[in-house]
């Protein structure tokens, strides 16, 4: 499973947890299924905790953190699917306000 949060000047790709620069590659052709718009994230110790949470569920493949613009961008096992009620659940237990839900086109 591979994590990247991307903020101002600092990616993290999990599990290794080593800082690197953010690239285009990094950050734009990390696959998402659904993309959470969520209020409250501004900090690392954030993106850990969602993705610490999501990260959690089986369908769920890779868990991309922007702290910019409070996106949480998740990629899904395949075959896997997440309700929207699932996703608020797991939003809420990170500790934060989910604004909407957006899903790729199938």
């Known amino acids: 499973m591979k994590f ?4 101002a000047a600092l990616a993290l790709t999990a599990p290794l947890a080593q800082a690197q620069e953010p690239t285009a590659e990094t950050v734009e052709t990390a696959p998402s299924d659904v993309q959470v718009n969520v209020k ?3 900090c ?8 610490k949470v999501f990260g959690k569920n089986d369908a769920v493949d890779t868990v ?3 702290l910019d613009n409070g ?3 998740v ?3 395949p075959g896997k699917t997440l309700s ?3 996703i608020e659940t797991m939003v809420k237990k990170s500790g934060y306000a989910l ?3 957006e899903r790729a086109a199938t």
């Open 84 to 86: 929207d009620d699932d």
């Open 99 to 101: 604004t909407s839900i």
């Open 75 to 77: 990629g899904l096992k």
């Open 64 to 66: 991309n953190v922007d």
């Open 4 to 7: 990247v949060f991307a903020a």
């Open 40 to 42: 409250g994230m501004v």
């Open 71 to 73: 996106v949480i961008a």
């Open 44 to 51: 690392d110790f954030c993106a850990r905790a969602v993705t």
